[in-house]
């Protein structure tokens, strides 16, 4: 039996990807070809790793309730990533 506690690091998890992922976004529109493929490789491996999870621990219903945690993250991170400013060395990262 899956308890709260891993539907919500599913959430956050998917709260991260979106946000790593937006940065990847924004990485390849200012030709940053480092970051965008370090920040494709993190979205890649933490959303195959949540699913991977997902598909192997949970059955059934609790599956299910995993990919829409999962997929609420990444709607909240979506928003969260709008919000936000991420900046190093003086540039915008995210922002």
């Not at 959303?47 to 909240?76: D, E, K, P």
């Amino acid at each position: 039996m899956a308890g709260i506690d891993l539907y919500l690091i599913y959430f956050f998890a998917g709260v991260l990807h979106h946000i790593l992922f937006t940065l990847q976004i924004r990485s390849v529109d200012h030709d940053r070809k480092v970051a965008a493929s370090i920040s494709a490789f993190l979205v890649a491996v933490l959303s195959l790793a949540v699913l991977y999870n997902i598909f192997t621990h949970l059955q059934g219903t609790q599956g299910m309730i995993g990919i829409v945690s999962y997929a609420a993250g990444i709607g909240m991170g979506s928003f969260v990533a709008m919000k936000i400013r991420i900046r190093y060395k003086g540039k915008d990262l995210i922002g």
